[in-house]
């Protein structure tokens, strides 16, 4: 829940792994619940919403009427008054919290009244306005809450429809080429087809195994099953794989299955086949045509009905090329191939996902940590050479030590300290992506950089900040709005 407070005016409240959605972003409410015993005020904040910001408003003349509008349908922020008849502004705070009503309040109250609304927010409120609140900054105030409620309403919309739709439990995604690949593990759950799965390291491929385990679950009621091939020298490699019988070798004190029969109507996924010898390969090549095998130091024929998953770091295509990997079993992998993008490649992603490690690792008892507008911007500048599984520690290291609730560029780790632009993470060149699609990503990027640098130079003064930027007034205007730029954070306090 986040909240915001406002002296005596309408006040807001709000609140495996990398995710992934099967369709495009979802259409989120702008709804905005304005709890106020004041019918004047109720009305006249209704009619400036309305009319600045275009949202939709309801109201509701005390406490219980406002619980019982946010059991009724979802609101992305609640403005409250503190003090009104029957149950008041801190009592339903206390129930939003006890309920985990997704909503982001900001508190409203009076001159005298400071101090109860610095405890709404110790509560949970996101901040707090005196009455009677500068229209002005209320809109801005309400614009600034809806963009980082809009982010966690997106994530919970996308895990609902994820868990709805297709059981895809650990992979959240806004990229057009991630839904092309679940679109593809939808096709092929009900078959038994062997899969090869390449990507860089961190961009989550034993997740897309698993999310393709899960999709054929039905089908395939069997466990899914992991080798990681690189961990384990060749003379392991092959008990692992095949088991062994008592006796096979020094140590080998029982009988034991191997990872092929305990995944025997199910998933087996071998990670980093690449490292994998080139004399296990050619036993690896036998079983997946025959799919039959012996343990080790045995001669009895084992059946088995497996499907086998493998992934790799590096192009299994070039590596036949160099004679590191046998032609005959790439072409037995390469049935069905998924290339994962690297995250640098899924810009849309790192604020969902960013958000969602965010709440992952905020401690319990406490509100989700907001990442401010700086910080972001140097997750969405970074390459990413570790891509998710990098982002992932980057935020569990920034919820550490991060104060205040807020995430800052400061808590962020030593390589992302570096200002955008600065180093050459910030230009790398995507050859997959074309020329104009990617000339225009840097020129927004550097277009928002250039605006707030001048914002905090002339203290949020949008005329100075026209005459610094060569540009009209009504061009840097309409700029700031696109890139959603608060300009009362630059100005003086």
Excluded at 5 to 32: F, I, Q, W, Y
Excluded at 319 to 339: A, C, H, Q, T
Excluded at 461 to 484: D, F, M
């Amino acid at each position: 829940m986040t909240a915001i407070a406002v002296d005596k005016a309408p006040s807001n409240l709000g609140a495996h792994e990398e995710v992934t959605s099967m369709g495009p972003p979802l259409e989120l409410s702008r709804r905005v619940l304005v709890v106020e015993d004041n019918e004047d005020t109720r009305q006249s904040f209704q009619q400036l919403l309305e009319l600045a910001l275009g949202i939709e408003v309801d109201l509701a003349r005390d406490g219980d009427q406002a619980l019982a509008l946010l059991l009724e349908r979802p609101y992305s922020i609640m403005i409250t008054d503190l003090r009104m008849p029957r149950l008041d502004g801190m009592k339903l705070i206390e129930e939003i919290q006890a309920r985990r009503l997704p909503v982001t309040v900001i508190v409203t109250t009076g001159h005298g009244s400071i101090d109860e609304a610095v405890q709404a927010m110790r509560m949970g409120a996101y901040d707090f306005l005196t009455k009677p609140p500068d229209p002005q900054h209320l809109c801005l105030l309400v614009e600034r809450a809806l963009r980082e409620r809009t982010l966690q309403d997106e994530l919970a919309a996308l895990r609902a429809q994820i868990g709805d739709r297709h059981a895809f439990w650990n992979i959240l995604s806004k990229c057009p080429r991630m839904f092309e690949i679940f679109e593809l593990i939808g096709h092929i759950a009900e078959t038994t087809t062997t899969i090869l799965i390449e990507g860089e390291t961190g961009t989550g491929k034993e997740l897309v195994a698993q999310a393709i385990h899960q999709a054929s679950a039905k089908h395939r009621p069997g466990q899914f099953v992991a080798v990681h091939c690189a961990a384990l020298p060749e003379t392991l490699l092959e008990s692992e794989l095949f088991g062994h019988e008592k006796g096979a070798f020094t140590g080998a004190a029982a009988q034991r299955k191997g990872r092929f029969e305990r995944a025997h109507g199910g998933t087996l996924f071998l990670d980093e086949v690449s490292d994998i010898p080139v004399a296990m390969q050619v036993k690896l090549l036998r079983v997946l045509q025959e799919r039959r095998f012996e343990r080790v130091g045995g001669n009895q024929t084992i059946e088995v009905d497996v499907r086998v998953i493998a992934a790799a770091n590096r192009s299994l295509e070039s590596m036949v090329k160099e004679g590191k990997f046998r032609e005959d079993l790439f072409y037995r992998l390469n049935v069905i191939k998924i290339d994962l993008p690297p995250l640098r490649r899924r810009l849309e992603d790192i604020p969902l996902l960013a958000m969602y490690f965010a709440q992952k690792y905020t401690r319990a008892g406490h509100n989700p940590y907001q990442i401010s507008e700086e910080a972001m911007e140097r997750l969405l500048t970074f390459a990413w050479p570790g891509n998710i599984r990098q982002l992932e520690n980057a935020l569990e290291r920034a919820c550490v030590t991060a104060r205040g609730g807020i995430i800052r560029p400061e808590n962020l780790p030593a390589d992302l300290q570096t200002r955008p632009g600065q180093g050459k993470a910030s230009l790398h060149v995507d050859l997959t992506r074309p020329l104009t699609e990617q000339l225009a990503l840097l020129t927004a990027a550097f277009e928002k950089r250039y605006l707030r640098k001048a914002l905090r130079k002339v203290r949020g003064h949008v005329g100075r900040c026209a005459k610094i930027s060569g540009l009209s007034r009504r061009s840097v205007s309409a700029k700031i709005t696109q890139y959603k730029i608060d300009t009362s954070a630059y100005k003086p306090k």
